[in-house]
């Protein structure tokens, strides 16, 4: 047995309270722009339906880029039209409506067509061409929640730590189409990004000095180390969000943007000026550099900001 295998007989995961509370006291100073997106002027069904196929192919693929390109592609004024493209999605249909991304490798046009074929049938089937019917309660939890009502969608249902479902009600919420009740109890999204951030801001760790070797190098695929770990985040997220006195879907979103505009795996800008792309430009505020930068760990120890997430090609990651 090697030394990862025996250090995963148990959970090798920590989390570190004190390092979730000197980064939400960096970040509770943040406050949501009201951004408006190309979308943001239809009507509900045709937001809910555009952000649902959208949330359902969203693995492994910059979130701007596919977002950007199936506005262009499958984006329709009305619902019912949308559903029906959908419907019809060929391997040719991703292909080429993902043209020239940089990894080619990731588009996986067979993997995303089925996606929003099955997205777009569970539509017709079993929620009767409406898609507010998944948030007729107007609840994320609970008996015909949104949460309990997406596990009949199979892009939804695979991943343990449900990221797509939580992802998808994340951004109804974030987005204001949806008034949710219980929008506060939106459990977090947990992402290869946030994997990244939470290691190096060492609000989760192991002490076994296998499975941090293994971080370093990102030599590891073991689904139980990848799924402990997921948890590890999860519960540090919303313990940062907690202390930080934020909704976890407005941590979750703030902490993602950090992530991946300075926190990136092969390189990190921790004192330089945020990336004049970014998705929502109201994270500047915070700070010209890093905000995480006072209690970083990989900050103070520039060793660790070679810990990268586990490398996993599935469709939740
Ligand atoms: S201070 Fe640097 S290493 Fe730490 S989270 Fe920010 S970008 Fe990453």
Redesign the pocket.
Known sequence: MSGIDRALAKNPFEVDPTQCYLAAASLKAFSPGNERYPWSHASKPTQIAFKLFFVSICHQINWDFLQRRMFEALFAEDHESMILMASAAKPATISSMLTGYHRPERIRPAERAKYLRETAKSILLDFHRDPTELVSTHRVFGEGGLLELLKKIPAFAEDPLSKKANAFAQELARERIVDFEDADLIPPAIDYHLIR?YL??GRVFSKDKHISSSLRTGTTHRMRLTKLLREGVSEALSLTASYAGMPVHELNYLEWQ?ARS??EKDS???DGDWPADLLDGSVTVLSSG?P??GS?T??AMPEW?TMVEPELKKAFY
């Open positions: 951030l190096r801001t950090i300075r926190c990190t800008n921790c890093c995480l930068r970083c990989a900050y900001r």
